[in-house]
């Protein structure tokens, strides 16, 4: 099993990142996918959740209306499109499958001017 994040980088306040994660060695199309997130001196947290056909996704609260999942089954991968970014949402960003122990290695998201 492999998960690979990619997309990561420093933007500004107010900016925009497209992370995206590409995946193998499981049958993608059939499990729900998530972002979570982990900060610098806190624990890791459920960003965004994506269902196995990508008809249903729930958001933290903190980015509902910023952040949008979305997942490719033909491509075996999952976006998070992040737009209005906050210094807050500074982050080491990981993809993970629902149910599965696998993380991947991660994507560094910094936010400030």
């Known amino acids: 099993v492999q998960l690979v994040e990619s997309g990561g980088g420093l933007v500004q306040p107010g900016g925009s990142l497209r992370l995206s994660c590409a995946t193998s060695?499981?049958?993608?199309?059939?499990?729900?996918m998530s972002w979570y997130r982990q900060a610098p001196g806190k624990e890791r947290e459920l960003v965004a959740r994506?269902?196995?056909?990508?008809?249903?996704?729930d958001y933290a609260d903190s980015v509902k209306g910023r952040f949008a999942i979305s997942r490719d089954n033909a491509k075996n991968t999952v976006a998070l499109q992040m737009n209005s970014l906050k210094p807050e949402d500074t982050a080491v960003y990981y993809c993970?499958?629902?149910?599965?122990?696998?993380w991947g290695q991660g994507t560094q998201v910094t936010v400030s001017s």
């Open positions: 993970k499958a629902r149910g599965t122990p696998f």
């Open positions: 060695g499981f049958t993608f199309s059939i499990y729900d």
């Open positions: 994506i269902s196995s056909n990508g008809g249903g996704t």
